[in-house]
């Protein structure tokens, strides 16, 4: 069966530091994967996609980007925390380039920015 | 832009009651349906997938979908506390292949 890894579960972050959040996926082979976040109180917002390694969509322009070094690692990363990147972080996946499948979600990361 | 719209509730009812959700979607060639349930604190998890017209049980779940009105609805029979919760709608199979639409929620409330 297949799993999704997210770490860490919880940050706290001063403004202007860098962040770097990972996720994996087990058991299964060219996933698409996706970050979205999750504001206090709001919906989900998608930040990047990805369909295979090196390809990276983004939905929203700011200061997070996203890499895929390998076929089931994704990672989101800034330079620069804004207090405006607060929120609940959700990595997902779902089954190589095939339309009406569900996505799967990690357990998320809770980033606090200070 | 795609649109999923939800009532964000919060929608109240009693310990044994059914619980009405809907959700209604503005991309006509959406092919694909979810009803997420997402507990306060916790990551959204798959409960309910439906792809044709019509209704799909499981459990005390029932999906309803009609894409000529593009609306679909979550009915919870015998609805219990542990089912508090934020109930998310998402839609996709649109022309943005692995792409969902995901509704703001809507929150449910059983009280015992």
């Known amino acids: 069966s297949q799993t999704i890894h997210q770490w860490p579960a919880t940050l706290v972050q001063p403004v202007g530091s860098p962040l770097s959040l990972e996720c994996t996926v087990e058991?299964?082979?060219?996933?698409?994967l996706y970050w979205y976040r999750q504001a206090a109180g709001r919906g989900l917002q998608l930040l990047f996609y990805?369909?295979?390694?090196?390809?990276i969509s983004s939905e929203v322009p700011q200061n997070l980007s996203a890499s895929r070094p390998q076929d089931r690692q994704f990672i989101l990363s800034s330079k620069k925390l804004l207090l405006s990147d607060s929120g609940f972080y959700l990595c997902?996946?779902?089954?190589?380039?095939?339309?009406?499948?569900?996505?799967?979600f990690g357990d998320g990361t809770r980033l606090s920015i200070l | 832009q795609k649109e999923v719209e939800q009532n964000s509730g919060p929608l109240s009812v009693p310990e044994g009651a059914i619980a009405s959700l809907n959700c209604t979607y503005s991309d006509r060639v959406s092919q694909s349906f979810f009803w997420y349930r997402q507990y306060s604190g916790k990551s959204p998890e798959l409960i309910m997938s439906?792809?044709?017209?019509g209704d799909k049980e499981d459990g005390r779940f029932t999906a309803q979908l009609n894409k000529a009105s593009q609306y679909v609805s979550l009915l919870i029979r015998d609805s219990q506390p542990s089912d508090s919760a934020t109930y998310l709608c998402a839609v996709g199979g649109g022309s943005t292949l692995g792409r969902l639409y995901f509704g703001r929620g809507t929150q449910l409330t059983v009280w015992p």
């Open positions: 439906i792809y044709s017209n």
């Open positions: 990805s369909v295979g390694i090196g390809q």
């Open positions: 997902a996946w779902s089954k190589e380039n095939l339309r009406n499948q569900p996505q799967h």
């Open positions: 058991g299964t082979s060219n996933p698409n």
